[in-house]
């Protein structure tokens, strides 16, 4: 089916910036919602953002809204993460996945297909 791998992770400086990939070369994610989630070392994974199949519809969790764009192209089987104004917060494993339809945006149960991770990391 999908096969999801994750790209664009690094090592920056609060206030900057990172683009991640999520390209998919086991199959279309066209009719799949997308999402973002990570986790920090000791913490639970936790959602990020996520966008519907079509493109058209956003939801984000509080603390990235204003710096955080999801977005996709489907032609492309591709979804980005556009991080801006990074904080050490958002230190963490990111982690792209196909969700599930008509299951809860917000949780990670909702999502199959995942991805293996993309480290970001964030100095203060």
């Known amino acids: 089916q999908v096969h999801l791998e994750e790209s664009g992770g690094g090592l920056v400086q609060a206030g900057g910036s990172l683009m991640l990939s999520c390209a998919s070369s086991g199959g279309t994610i066209s009719t799949y919602a997308m999402g973002w989630f990570r986790q920090a070392p000791g913490k639970e994974r936790e959602f990020v953002a996520v966008i519907g199949a079509s493109g058209t519809g956003t939801i984000y969790r509080d603390s990235v809204k204003g710096r955080f764009t999801i977005s996709r192209d489907n032609a492309k089987n591709t979804v980005y993460l556009q991080m801006n104004s990074l904080k050490p917060e958002d230190t963490a494993v990111y982690y792209c996945?196909?969700?599930?339809?008509?299951?809860?945006?917000?949780?990670?149960?909702?999502?199959?297909?995942w991805g293996q991770g993309t480290q970001v990391t964030v100095s203060s």
């Open positions: 996945a196909t969700k599930r339809a008509g299951r809860l945006i917000r949780l990670g149960t909702s999502y199959e297909n």
